[in-house]
């Protein structure tokens, strides 16, 4: 049976995608840095494509002539290693408002070849390094980093960028010393860093962690941080930064 998971504005089909809809790509999607100048972006490890779907709602909303009904110039390309994943994928853009703007393709990282330099690039990556592999082959790849790993990621977009280009990624927050060190190793520095826990009283969970080239001239580095629960219900601060997804 076909699992569709309703959004304000897109559906996404839920049921072949080796990694289902989650927390992670909903907050990835929603806090991410989009600039209305952003023309071409790429999903590395789309599985269902929410991501992808979100960023182009955003970019759609913020851009340029979208109070005239006419969708602004950007595309977006998502990549999964998975058939099944980059199908469903398809489907989901294929049946979105913004089908014109959205692209999936079955492939590696290592075997994907850009058109052009990319203003943003984004992931939900693999994350699991040494806990027991999963037997379902499948769900190994979409969660464990020997399919994909951010410093594969960090060399790809320090290859791949434009020179104003952002990288963004979510992990868990013990990842957040190597994660930085490894981003600056090809050059790529910190602008901003949102620790997140599921409740205040809970240490940080996930980071959601963003690079540019030249970040380190700043002053300092953009920190926030995000409680997701307050009793029961979502907090006001992840209510207000979802607003436009969730139902």
């Not at 049976?1 to 959004?7: E, I, N, P, V, Y």
């Not at 700043?218 to 930064?241: D, F, K, M, P, T």
Request: charge should be neutral.
């Amino acid at each position: 049976m076909d699992s569709l998971f309703r959004f304000r504005r897109f559906s996404v089909h839920n049921t072949d995608s080796a990694l289902k809809v989650g927390t992670d790509a909903v907050l990835l999607g929603a806090a991410m840095t989009l600039k209305k100048q952003d023309r071409f972006l790429l999903d590395i490890g789309t599985g269902t494509g929410v991501i992808a779907l979100m960023a182009a709602q955003r970019l759609s909303d913020i851009s340029t002539g979208s109070s005239s009904g006419a969708l602004p110039p950007y595309r977006i390309d998502a990549i999964d290693i998975d058939p099944a994943s980059a199908a469903e994928a398809a489907l989901n853009f294929r049946e979105s408002p913004w089908a014109s703007k959205l692209r999936a393709e079955c492939c590696p990282l290592s075997g994907y070849v850009p058109s052009g330099k990319f203003d943003l690039i984004f992931s939900n990556p693999p994350y699991y390094d040494n806990s027991l592999v999963n037997p379902d082959a499948r769900e190994t790849a979409a969660r464990h980093t020997g399919s994909l790993s951010y410093r594969e990621i960090c060399a790809f977009a320090a290859g791949n960028l434009a020179s104003g280009g952002r990288l963004s990624l979510i992990l868990p927050a013990e990842s957040e010393t190597a994660l930085v060190r490894t981003a600056a190793s090809f050059s790529l520095e910190l602008f901003r860093l949102m620790r997140i826990r599921t409740t205040a009283a809970k240490k940080v969970r996930r980071i959601i962690a963003e690079f540019s080239f030249g970040s380190r001239e700043r002053e300092s580095v953009l920190e926030e941080e995000l409680i997701l629960q307050q009793g029961n219900s979502r907090s006001g601060e992840y209510a207000s930064l979802t607003r436009e997804f969730y139902l």
